[in-house]
């Protein structure tokens, strides 16, 4: 009996040695946290743009847009982000025919057009500082700030995330990971073009209006 129970015992040890737990990841539940965190961003720049609506108008006495923008130097950081937009597309299209090099020359494009925008904005920042039109000077220029430089900040946080999936795609290569990362950089990306379309619709053609 003894060694029964002796058996039964190492049989038990056994099986609980092989017992593995399987961590459960849903299909596609990464890109869906993604979109819910987009949507969240949405409501962001859709309260942004409403105080705009609100104090767009609101100039204390001071500068206007009409008197502060100038479109030819925006639209050229627009054609930048654009541009960008579409090397970005590119890098996707390597990374589904897992050419890493490929992929990663686009992503460098993709990172020096995303430079270039940021370094005409700051410019603008700046020249509009040295002028004395800072954000303080008036609920027009409050609600600009906050607006243009919330997006500033959002291609800010874009750049560093492509500089990282650099590295990691020259580390790992196109791994089933590193393409869903990819994956939501590209969406991402996306967005803050669209929303960059918007503020230049919204924010300076129509500031240059009378």
């Known amino acids: 009996m003894s060694e029964i129970n002796a058996t039964a015992g190492g049989v038990a040890a056994d099986n609980s040695s092989r017992y593995f737990v399987r961590e459960h990841h849903p299909e596609n539940g990464t890109l869906l946290g993604f979109w819910i965190y987009l949507m ?11 105080g705009y609506a609100v104090l767009g108008r609101n100039y ?30 590119f890098a996707m299209l390597s990374a589904q025919k897992k050419n890493v090099k490929a992929t990663q ?46 997006h500033g900040l959002h291609v800010t ?14 580390k790992h290569g196109i791994t089933p990971e590193n393409y869903r990362r990819l994956a939501c950089l590209s969406m991402f990306w996306h967005f803050l ?15 240059v209006l009378p």
């Open 60 to 89: 204390a006495g001071g500068p206007t847009g009409a008197e502060l923008f100038e479109l030819p130097i925006v639209a050229l950081n627009t054609a930048f982000l654009l541009v960008s937009s579409i090397t970005y597309g």
């Open 157 to 170: 946080f874009g750049i560093v995330w492509l500089v990282t999936l650099l590295f990691q795609l020259g």
């Open 40 to 50: 969240s961003d949405c409501l962001i720049f859709a309260c942004l743009f409403v």
């Open 105 to 150: 020359l686009w992503l460098v494009v993709t990172g020096i057009f995303g430079a270039c925008f940021l370094g005409l904005e700051l410019t603008e920042f700046a020249t509009l500082i040295h002028e004395g039109a800072g954000p303080w000077r008036s609920g027009f220029l409050t609600s600009f700030f906050s607006l243009v430089g919330t």
């Open 193 to 207: 073009d669209v929303v960059w379309i918007g503020v230049f619709t919204y924010v300076y053609l129509m500031g």
